[in-house]
């Protein structure tokens, strides 16, 4: 049983975990509808780099 890779980042605002499919550039967190910009330290550890859109006004 062996367990795939479970690729996450976690929300800035509201701190939950949102699944992320491998070499994703984007990822929109379902509970706050923000849509982040995914870099990737190496193949397995993702991480957000800053909103997809910056707020307007
Ligand atoms: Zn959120």
Do not use: H
């Amino acid at each position: 049983m062996g367990e795939k890779s479970r690729l996450a980042v976690r929300c800035c605002n509201c701190f939950l975990r949102i699944p992320i499919q491998p070499k994703t550039e984007r990822a929109t967190c379902p509970r706050c509808n923000i849509e982040y910009r995914i870099a990737w330290v190496s193949p397995d550890q993702p991480l957000i780099r800053g909103p997809a859109k910056w707020p307007e006004g």
